[in-house]
């Protein structure tokens, strides 16, 4: 299994461009997640979702787009970038929501100029 | 809601040591709590996930302690080692959202 992969690894964008981050899990995991790592404030819920056609808001949602319309797969779409989306991005998988155990990617490092 | 405290934010020990990270949330409430490592630029990964019906979890040199009441769990690194140098993140349920909250991390580096 090759577990959670993320990609890219590194991505510079300009302010107001749009991308997709790409997150799959190969282990018929439902629930799968985005959080957003930034100095001093910790790792933070984006959106999640519990199974293929159903996605929810986390604590830091806002100028963010997710969608899930195959088990395997969770992107997470920045549709107008912002200086302030500079960030580490990590997706997550469990077997079922939460409070199962979280597995993580190996992030994807974003800068926006 | 939920607050992870972790301290201490930053250790730095010889080779050999055996070592304490604290972890304290504010809700007790919790289902588990997750240890994490996280080496520069990866991802995390899990070390020990501990249920709240037990009180402690092992995996070879680690050891992790959870009291619910008090709202504390502790990572216990016995004989560390230089390759043990990371950063060692608690989390538990409660995020919100079905999310986890973490601590922000103790940033550990073992001399050799």
């Known amino acids: 299994n090759a577990g959670v992969t993320q990609t890219p690894k590194f991505q510079v964008l300009k302010t107001g461009q749009s991308m997709t981050l790409q997150c799959a899990q190969d282990m018929n995991h439902e629930y799968m997640s985005w959080y957003r790592q930034d100095p001093g404030m910790g790792l933070r819920l984006i959106h999640y979702s519990v199974g293929a056609g159903i996605t929810d808001q986390g604590e830091v949602p806002n100028g963010y787009n997710v969608s899930r319309s195959t088990t395997e797969d969770f992107p997470l779409r920045l549709l107008s970038a912002a200086p302030s989306q500079t960030s580490v991005y990590f997706c997550?998988?469990?077997?079922?929501?939460?409070?199962?155990?979280?597995?993580f990617g190996p992030g994807t490092r974003l800068t926006v100029t | 809601k939920q607050e992870v405290t972790q301290i201490p934010a930053a250790l730095s020990v010889p080779e050999g040591e055996n070592l304490v990270l604290n972890c304290s949330f504010t809700?007790?409430?919790?289902?588990?709590l997750q240890w994490f490592r996280q080496d520069p630029g990866k991802g995390l990964t899990s070390l020990l996930l501990?249920?709240?019906?037990?009180r402690e979890q092992t995996s070879g040199r680690l050891n992790a302690s959870l009291d619910k009441s008090s709202g504390r769990s502790t990572l216990y690194i016995a004989a560390s080692q230089p390759g043990d140098s990371a950063t060692y993140l608690c989390?538990?349920?409660?995020?919100?959202?079905?999310?986890?909250?973490f601590g922000k991390g103790t940033h550990l580096i073992i001399q050799p």
């Open positions: 997550a998988s469990s077997p079922d929501r939460i409070p199962y155990e979280q597995y």
């Open positions: 989390a538990v349920p409660g995020g919100g959202a079905d999310g986890l909250t």
């Open positions: 501990i249920q709240s019906s037990q």
């Open positions: 809700d007790s409430a919790i289902y588990n």
